[in-house]
């Protein structure tokens, strides 16, 4: 059994290796999941019957105000305080 491995035609996904996904194609770019400007990133997807938004840079805010970034860390609710925000839950 001859197995020459003709693996001419593998170049598959690793061929361009992003550190941040350029799914963003805001004008000025969103700030990475790694800045601390994180969540000025723009919405993706917004979820509020979930409690939860999704950002362009691919961070999950909460609405508690915690955060799962997109490499598994957590952060945890910040919510302000004091800033006048009506909390709309009762
Ligand atoms: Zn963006």
């Given at each position: 059994m001859n197995t020459v491995s003709s693996r001419g035609t593998v170049t598959t996904l690793t061929t361009t290796q992003r550190k941040n996904a350029s799914m963003c194609q805001h004008e000025p770019p969103c700030?990475?999941?790694?800045s601390a400007d994180r969540e000025a990133a723009l919405l993706v997807a917004h979820h509020p019957e979930q409690g939860w938004s999704l950002l362009c840079n691919g961070v999950l805010v909460f609405e508690d105000t915690?955060?799962?970034?997109p490499d598994g860390q957590i952060?945890?609710?910040h919510r302000p305080l004091g800033v006048g925000q009506v909390v709309a839950a009762a």
């Open positions: 700030p990475t999941a790694a915690g955060e799962l970034l952060i945890a609710p």
